[in-house]
């Protein structure tokens, strides 16, 4: 089937490419989720508009990257969250958390699909965090959950 990508899918394509997929995997998981929308003749006109949108969006130059790199991991993230006695929290922090948390240190505005967790995170701690700027620069961040 072929469809068109409405954001970033890791290992498909970015938003506004044309791509064919398998019946089932677009038709059950990215268009329900709305990270596509099916291909139509009226549809190669969205094409345009959805790359526009994110060439004003995105880090065109590994050298932007590579500056937002920098910026990113100078910045302290300290993220505040209910937990219970052992540590454990109540949910986990998601990227949008993450995300937030970066902007209100002082750090450049991050968009939540960049930021990769390699796992959940559900306890209280140091972890790492990785942001993804540009196909070929990741930034490596540490974020310091503690208890609200």
Do not use: C
């Not at 986990?92 to 750090?107: L, N």
């Amino acid at each position: 089937m072929k469809i068109i990508l409405t954001q970033e899918v890791t290992g498909l394509g970015a938003a506004g490419d044309v791509v064919d997929v398998k019946d089932g995997y677009a038709r059950n998981y990215l268009v329900p989720r709305g990270f596509a929308i099916r291909w139509t003749k009226g549809g190669e006109k969205d094409v345009a508009q959805i790359r526009r949108a994110r060439k004003i969006h995105e880090i065109a130059t590994i050298e932007q990257a590579n500056e937002v790199k920098a910026k990113l991991e100078a910045v302290k993230v300290r993220l505040a969250v209910r937990s219970g006695d052992a540590g454990r929290l109540f949910g986990s922090v998601t990227p949008a958390d993450i995300a937030s948390a970066i902007k209100t240190a002082g750090g450049p505005d991050v968009d939540k699909r960049r930021v990769e967790l390699g796992s959940p995170i559900k306890t209280l701690g140091s972890h790492q965090v990785s942001v993804r700027l540009h196909p070929e620069v990741a930034a490596k961040l540490g974020v310091e959950v503690v208890a609200a």
